[in-house]
């Protein structure tokens, strides 16, 4: 059973086809009521990748809320990876910002895809 909705996935795709056509651009989407993500381009070959949760706790990783947040997680990252974008080993807590807490990580993709960054 697929936990993550699909006009996530849909902006998954999205962000991979303009990977391959050199001009990656933030997406963002609605993955649960309490939790959304964001993927923005930094580099070349990286990307910040940033899930928001509202929660009452701030566990070190966005998996340590258990194992239904660890299956989402897990639905996103396995898209990710269908574009050969590697995600990190985890997400981890970055900061509060009005009651939401952010989890980051770092995406990455093969140099050579010809993707410039303005």
Not at 55 to 80: K, N, Y
Request: include cysteine; charge should be negative.
């Amino acid at each position: 059973m697929n936990h993550v909705p699909d006009e996530v996935l849909g902006a998954i795709d999205k962000f991979g086809e303009s990977l391959l056509l050199g001009n990656p651009e933030p997406i963002s989407g609605k993955l649960r009521t309490d939790l959304r993500i964001e993927i923005v381009p930094d580099t070349d070959s990286t990307a910040t990748c940033r899930y928001r949760a509202v929660h009452t706790q701030s566990p070190p990783a966005i998996r340590d809320r258990g194992s239904f947040m660890t299956t989402v997680i897990d639905g996103v990252d396995e898209q990710l990876e269908q574009w050969g974008i590697d995600p990190p080993t985890a997400y981890t807590y970055a900061a509060t910002v009005n009651g939401t807490h952010h989890y980051e990580g770092t995406l990455q993709w093969p140099s050579d895809l010809g993707v410039e960054i303005d």
